[in-house]
């Protein structure tokens, strides 16, 4: 089983940069696809970004089409997501998630995946 710890969150303002990274172990990190989900305060998880296990696919929600970037180095065991062009509706705690490759399903589901990070959160200030 694999094991997820995110990292990187923060406060920033809005129209700022941030990386987010979510480190793996207990598993081989390529054999898993990767997304990336956030919660908004009071509101339900939702889909960002997923990206397949070798890296050659990505997908996004559209909200964050465009100022988002979800890659991964499979050498360092890494997901990231690169947030440009900040606003205030970004702010969640982000979480990591990943699902072994061969698993069928609605990528854009959290019940498609089965482990999960603990969370980090990410506030934008206006």
């Known amino acids: 089983q694999v094991q997820l710890v995110e990292s990187g969150g923060g406060l920033v303002q809005a129209g700022g940069s941030l990386r987010v990274s979510c480190a793996a172990s207990?598993?081989?990190?390529?054999?898993?696809?990767m997304a990336w989900f956030r919660q908004p305060p009071g509101k339900e998880r939702e889909f960002v970004a997923h990206?397949?296990?070798?890296?050659?696919?990505?997908y996004y929600v559209d909200s964050v089409k465009g100022r988002f970037t979800i890659s991964r180095d499979n050498a360092k065991n890494t997901v990231y997501l690169q947030m440009n062009s900040l606003k205030s509706d970004d702010t969640a705690v982000y979480y990591c998630?990943?699902?072994?490759?061969?698993?069928?399903?609605?990528?854009?589901?959290?019940?498609?995946?089965?482990?999960w990070g603990q969370g980090t959160q990410v506030t934008v200030s206006s």
């Open positions: 990206i397949t296990g070798g890296g050659t696919s990505t």
């Open positions: 207990g598993g081989t990190f390529s054999r898993y696809a």
């Open positions: 998630a990943a699902r072994e490759n061969w698993r069928t399903g609605n990528i854009y589901s959290r019940y498609a995946y089965g482990y």
